[in-house]
């Protein structure tokens, strides 16, 4: 019994110090919180879906870590935004390492292009990248998750199809409860401090005021400009994200006169912030 019960605890000893055990259910990692919503949704339970873009960090300036790099080789699959510049290098690792599958979720997805200003009265034409903060881009992204999972597990592809349907008629009615009440309020603008929420802008056609800048300074014409046109289209909203400086904004927001209102695009919760957002612009 002795040589026995010293070989059990010497094999229990060697599997713990072998290193990190592989995860009990398969991975799947994406880049963003809302996406994982979304996936969570379509996979069900028998996946575990990590986040690669840590709480609070900025996405458009997010390097990862060596670690978060190597956690990929236990994702069966990867699903980019890709519009971010630090998911092109994960990407890439993944097509190295050979064992993960990189499915973009927003094919199909028709982007925003020129709404960010760096401050030099110009804007770029890269994407934005913020395609998330849209219900309808959210079914488009869903019916991505779908066919890809279909593809990773083809007996259960009709459960995953089965669950978009009930995801997107949730979507639909959301969207459909957002337009009905932004135009029965007459909203037709807001300011933001970051521009966030063009794809929101476009799907209810409402003009998107971006008052900050990359560059912390904003000059005395600058200001101006802005309280001219959030003036001239009676804006009454500033919408302000909880990561960049809120000192800049609150002295905006009193010369704009609007009320400042904090929202997280980033957060699990993306239709919740969506709604949210219809709802003070809607006047709630």
Not at 3 to 30: N, Q, Y
Not at 188 to 197: D, R, T
């Amino acid at each position: 019994m002795r040589p026995f019960f010293f070989a059990t605890i010497l094999a229990a000893l060697l599997a713990a110090c072998s290193g990190a055990e592989k995860p009990e259910r398969p991975v799947l990692a994406v880049s963003i919180e809302p996406q994982k919503k979304i996936l969570e949704a379509i996979a069900g339970p028998g996946f575990d879906v990590v986040v690669l873009l840590p709480p609070g960090s900025d996405p458009e300036s997010f390097e990862p870590t060596m670690s978060q790099r190597r956690s990929l080789s236990d994702a069966e699959a990867y699903f980019p935004v890709g519009y971010m510049p630090f998911e092109e290098k994960l990407a890439a690792d993944s097509r190295e390492q050979g064992g993960t599958r990189v499915v973009y979720s927003t094919e199909g997805i028709i982007p925003v292009t020129g709404t960010h200003s760096h401050g030099r009265g110009e804007a770029h034409t890269d994407v934005d990248p913020h395609v998330w903060t849209s219900l309808r881009n959210g079914k488009i992204i869903a019916a991505n998750f779908a066919e890809a999972l279909s593809s990773l597990r083809p007996d259960s592809a009709e459960v995953y199809r089965a669950r978009y349907q009930r995801l997107a008629a949730h979507l639909d009615s959301l969207d459909g409860e957002a337009s009905r009440r932004l135009s029965e309020a007459g909203a037709h603008a807001f300011a933001i401090w970051h521009p966030s929420l063009s794809y929101f802008a476009r799907d209810y056609g409402l003009h998107q005021i971006s008052v900050g800048q990359e560059s912390k300074e904003i000059s005395t014409g600058r200001l101006r400009q802005i309280v001219d046109e959030a003036r001239e289209d009676s804006v009454k909203i500033l919408f302000f994200q909880k990561e960049y400086d809120s000192r800049l904004a609150s002295t905006l927001n009193e010369s704009m006169g609007t009320r400042l209102v904090t929202i997280n695009p980033l957060d699990y919760d993306w239709d919740g912030q969506i709604m949210l957002i219809v709802d003070e612009l809607a006047g709630k």
